[in-house]
């Protein structure tokens, strides 16, 4: 079975946003079996809207429309599919009661515009949307002498990808034939791009029948194996060889591996971290609450991590961590022994099993002689033992930011390994 | 002048891979007044592209295809551009002995694969790639009665690009009547997006000459005006005329206004910081460290943000941010008083002129019957008050604390004015 995703708005044509829920949509769909063969993104003009629409069904089997279900004029989704399939909407009485519901509960006034997402397409059935006022809807319909299967779902992420998982897949389960596909994913953190390739690739195109794909973000490098057989036994089998052989050469890099996601790096330092039954503590200076922000974006973070101090200016080093001025009129704020200072510093004060003590340069200005732009100095310590590593990312200050994150997440891993 | 913009690549069809080619082609055919009314995505079957490509002519008048010019079986889009047209191929001699020569200084094997990037259409002219093998063609040809403007570009970034700058841009502003366009972009904070809606679509959609955009994120929305006119200053002059009034109506929502981008929140937070000579420092339990990561991640932040804690637990309330512990016994961690004593004993404790506490349920977990999830209390303190707000953000962890930080934002944004 062949799909298309649309996804509906003029931002998404514009140099600024990207769509991103078709990434979420074409994982799901592959895992049932469907392979996505076009994605159009499309702005809020009817006329082009209708274009696209009929251009789709035309090619595919199964059509996902995104965005253009919420209540401005700009909002065409339902009207488009109803005018390329040559149905009529009709309002739906329930719905609009539930719109009134919504809007009383949240205390927002209700325009006569916001009625239009009660607007149901004929024959289509509505798919409760808890997160958002829009409700999703689903139409199994003949066109030009064909069966489609067309899903309209709104826009925003939180609204469109639980929406799809709960009221989509089982839909599209029950309509399509089912095949068997073996998936496994594994993570390594900070091993160097080049040498991923040259120690993978002998490996995994042998699998000619394993699809490998190797995404490499900012230290982190995703490798995601995906069999399709007649039988899952076959397929998982060869899948897990795979990996294992993969897992093998990546040695201690590897830091999750899973049947269907893997664990982020944020989430392995707290699972070890509970397993110790340690607790972590950090002093971010050039990261500015970046280390931070990781780890508590992980729910039950507080778990594990009692939080810290953002250390930008140096009279907080030593307020909040207790490094002395003159350690720092020595060595220079950015220096291994300003981090390891840090380290131990917060460790100390917050009373957490391991602290993490982070200084560097992450540009665009700052940089000296000794020290270029990039240079970091990431510092680590328990009771037993504090020390540093000094790294140098090139990129720009994100890039710089976002790389001395991950340094300090794998080095607290492996620290608690 | 409407274009299409296709990547062609099964790759760009996975859950892994995205184009992002198309977002800077995007901006530079904005610049020259073509807008992008279609982006479609499609894999390596000839079929396929040669309907997408069919699709595409039928609705706009300037295409640019990019990928699927390299020299592997994979590679499709000449074969398909040329039957999508009913033209021929045919080799050519010189591209044939410059595949000759780049292989030999490059000292690879030429397949005879390869040769088939020498295969020009009928009546296409061959746009030289100095940073690979594959050409680029453009070719001008009547589709259905109607002249089309037809780009060929390799698909790797650092090929397709300055290609496409140094090729195609020179022709395209050759091909079309010139056009020169006006734009601003105002951003505006917290404003409820159904709200802005009401506020602002009466007064956009007058403006039938000025192609408006509203981007909605997280409390953050920016509108985009783009005008096109054959004179730049009646173009300017409707731009401004529109900008003023929706800056009028946008009220103290609105915080930044501008030529051509307008400054991030954070920006503007920091600019006024440096205007009234104050500093920040934050604490932040819910949010983690978002606050401060958001701020530092402005060159030039350490000027105004002295930094702050990251109070996840609530010991640490209590020694970074001298809250004491019966104040949180009494009133919970989560509440207006406990943002409050973070607000003032983070900015007591180091010495900035503003302080801001941030205490929240961001969930999955955490709620009770008086305090939902989303629930969050942002405390703000200078020398003369220290006051608070409560908020309540719907959806998931990331949401909630995106939102937070946005309204902390916001709110030292107000002070300050």
Not at 48 to 72: E, F, K, S
Not at 174 to 197: C, F, G
Not at 236 to 242: F, M, N, T
Not at 342 to 348: H, P
């Amino acid at each position: 079975m062949k799909s298309e995703i649309i996804a509906v708005g003029s931002e998404m044509l514009t140099p600024w946003r990207q769509d991103t829920n078709s990434l979420y949509l074409t994982e799901k769909l592959n895992e049932i079996g469907v392979t996505v063969a076009f994605k159009t993104i499309v702005g809020d003009r009817r006329k082009d809207l209708v274009n696209a629409i009929r251009t789709a069904l035309g090619r595919i089997d199964i059509l996902a429309i995104m965005g253009g279900l919420g209540p401005t004029e700009d909002d065409l989704t339902r009207e488009a599919v109803a005018e390329a399939l040559s149905l009529t909407l009709r309002r739906e009485a329930a719905q609009v009661a539930a719109l009134h519901t919504r809007a009383a509960t949240w205390r927002v006034p209700l325009s006569s515009n916001n009625l239009k997402q009660a607007d149901v397409i004929q024959g289509a059935t509505l798919l409760p949307n808890p997160n958002g006022s829009a409700p999703g809807q689903w139409i199994e319909t003949n066109f030009e002498g064909y069966i489609k299967l067309i899903f309209l779902l709104p826009g925003p992420p939180n609204e469109c990808r639980p929406l799809f998982d709960t009221e989509c897949l089982p839909r599209l389960r029950a309509a399509i034939p089912p095949r068997s596909i073996a998936k496994r994913t594994l993570r390594a953190a900070m091993i160097p791009e080049s040498q991923a390739d040259k120690l993978l690739a002998p490996i995994y195109t042998t699998y000619t029948d394993i699809e490998t794909t190797i995404l490499a973000h900012a230290g982190d490098i995703q490798l995601t194996l995906l069999c399709s057989k007649s039988d899952i036994e076959t397929a998982q089998q060869r899948v897990d060889e795979l990996a294992a052989r993969l897992e093998e050469a990546l040695g201690d890099w590897l830091y999750s591996s899973g049947a269907y996601s893997s664990d982020s790096l944020e989430q392995i330092v707290l699972y070890y971290l509970g397993l110790r039954g340690a607790t972590l503590s950090v002093a971010e200076s050039c990261t500015g609450g970046m280390i931070a922000q990781r780890i508590t974006s992980v729910a039950g973070a507080s778990r594990s991590f009692v939080g810290g101090a953002v250390v930008y200016s140096d009279a907080l080093k030593t307020s909040f961590a207790g490094v002395s001025a003159d350690l720092i009129a020595k060595h220079g704020a950015v220096s291994s022994e300003v981090a390891e200072a840090l380290a131990e510093g917060i460790r100390l004060r917050t009373g957490s099993t391991l602290g993490v003590g982070v200084t560097g340069i992450a540009g665009p200005t700052g940089a000296t002689d000794s020290k270029p732009l990039g240079r970091v100095y990431i510092g680590l310590s328990d009771s037993q033992k504090t020390d540093s590593i000094e790294s140098t990312f090139r990129g720009d200050r994100d890039r710089v930011r976002l790389w001395t994150t991950q340094q300090a997440l794998d080095l607290i891993r492996r620290r608690l390994m």
